[in-house]
């Protein structure tokens, strides 16, 4: 999600509006993985996400829309808001069960679809083996905000139930680590999450890290790390929610990947988001980190609407348009390969246990 708060879920500039109700084969030219998706979230507001949306204009991620967009596979999450009194949200950083159990709602959400053939959770590298074949969407389940993991021995315990990807926090920060609303390090906590979360093996998630926060995580942890859904600062400054050049550059000495938030406010200060600008983004992560470093992470729907996304980019439907416009702006075939889906194929084969 991005930081946009009116806090509940949201950048700091503006009010949000409420949410309601093993060697791979090559993959097709047209299939696309997308990096963050808040599909539990929405499932909470209420949102059928088996059905086409009533309201597009509202809410425009769907299983239809997704396999419209040809994306065949996702990171969903598990979101849950400290101070919040919704179905994902818990009271404080001691309120450790009823944060638990706000995730857990959403997991079984998952394995639900699962058990019904909608989706299929991806937890090993066999799981990758035809990720785009017909059937169900794969899903990679990704922890945004870890207060749900009651304790670092708890770690275990969420990977054997199918999690893969851990973010410390959300923007308020966590018991864990600081966010980039709420500034600050590591807690005592946090260094031993950071260890338990790389002996079972978890993806660590950079977005919504304070500053201080990141280069910790990046510095101590000894798994995969990614920015799930972060822009350049260096484009939009002012905003700790955007990742600097220097994390790029160690995303990309670790071969992870940086997730284009499509976002508008995370893709243009100050006035409307174009086209132009999600170009320029990724063209910036490619000139910093190289273009092993693309990779989408779109947060559509994400606490946002799709008419705060810039035209054209705005739904599952749209991700075509925007491989269109990079490669009308130079990128190459395998560039824009790397981006659809390659870059995040390659993080997943190298974290994911084989079998």
């Known amino acids: 999600m991005p930081h946009e708060c009116n806090y509940s879920r949201g950048p700091l500039d503006t009010a949000r509006p409420t949410r309601q109700n093993a060697p791979m084969q090559s993959t097709s030219s047209h299939d696309r993985i997308d990096g963050h ?7 909470m507001q209420g949102i059928d996400l088996e059905s086409q949306s009533p309201d597009p ?11 419209a967009g040809s994306c065949k596979m996702v990171f969903a999450t598990l979101f849950t808001e400290v101070g919040c009194d919704e179905a994902w949200g818990y009271a404080n950083f001691d309120d450790v069960d009823t944060a638990a159990r706000a995730a ?15 989706i299929r959770i991806v937890r ?18 990704l922890m945004e905000g870890a207060d749900p993991i009651e304790s670092p021995e708890r770690a275990k315990w969420w990977f054997d139930q199918g999690v893969r ?13 600081g966010g980039n609303a709420a500034p600050g390090e590591l807690t005592p906590a946090g260094h031993q999450m950071i260890q338990a979360l790389d002996s079972v093996g978890m993806i660590h998630d950079l977005s919504h890290l304070s500053d201080k926060a990141c280069a910790q995580v990046i510095a101590l942890s000894k798994g995969s ?72 992470g779109s947060d559509f729907d994400g ?53």
């Open 57 to 67: 204009a509202r809410f425009g991620v769907n299983f239809p829309a997704l396999r």
């Open 124 to 141: 090993t590298q066999t799981d990758l083996l035809q990720w785009n074949a017909a059937g169900p969407t794969r899903v990679v389940i």
């Open 225 to 296: 790390i990614a920015s799930s859904h972060s822009n350049c600062r260096s484009l939009v400054p002012g905003n700790e929610r955007h990742i600097t050049d220097e994390t790029i550059r160690a995303i990309a000495a670790r071969k992870g990947v940086c997730g284009l938030n499509l976002y508008g406010k995370f893709l243009a200060n100050e006035r409307v988001a174009t086209m132009d600008d999600v170009v320029r983004h990724v063209k910036h992560v490619r000139e910093v980190g190289g273009a092993e470093c693309l990779a989408l």
């Open 37 to 43: 998706l808040d599909l539990g979230y929405l499932a």
């Open 303 to 355: 606490g946002f609407t799709p008419e705060d996304c810039p035209v054209n980019a705005r739904r599952p439907e749209d991700l075509p348009a925007i491989e269109s416009a990079l490669t009308k702006d130079g990128l190459q075939p395998q560039e824009i390969a790397g981006f659809r889906s390659e870059n995040w194929l390659r993080v997943l084969r190298a974290a994911l246990p084989k079998s």
């Open 165 to 177: 990807m851990v973010g410390l926090t959300w923007a308020k920060g966590s018991r864990y680590a």
């Open 104 to 118: 857990r709602l959403q997991l079984r959400l998952y394995q639900g679809l699962e058990s019904r053939g909608v």
